[in-house]
């Protein structure tokens, strides 16, 4: 079975931390490109962040530039990481991972993984 199973989400002050992980298994994780996808209740999902190591790309959305990193680890088992620092109010939404074959994409409906999302609330 595929499983994507995020941790890390919480409650935090504005300019506070957080650190997503998201444990993958039952896809080869090297042939994946891992996301990070938030949405804010009524919005469209998000694209936040995304890593590629079939072509070495990684992505960051504007807003997020600078403040969020991206970074995965395939050593002792596939997991993939999303370090908020700075985080604002306008962060606060439901962050999920997700996976499509091979290379970022920003289009939503292209994923073809993903896991149960994990709330981040970031209070001002």
């Known amino acids: 079975d595929v499983q994507l199973q995020a941790f890390g989400g919480g409650l935090v002050q504005a300019g506070g931390f957080l650190r997503l992980s998201c444990a993958v298994s039952?896809?080869?994780?090297?042939?994946?490109?891992m996301s990070w996808i938030r949405q804010v209740p009524g919005k469209e999902r998000e694209v936040v962040s995304c890593t590629s190591k079939s072509d070495g790309s990684t992505y960051y959305a504007d807003s997020v530039k600078g403040r969020f990193t991206i970074s995965s680890d395939s050593n002792t088992e596939n997991e993939v990481f999303l370090q908020m620092n700075s985080l604002k109010p306008e962060d606060t939404a439901v962050y999920y991972c997700a996976g499509h074959a091979l290379l970022c994409t920003l289009r939503i409906s292209e994923y073809d993984y993903w896991g149960l999302g994990t709330l981040v609330t970031v209070s001002s």
């Open positions: 039952g896809i080869p994780f090297d042939d994946y490109a």
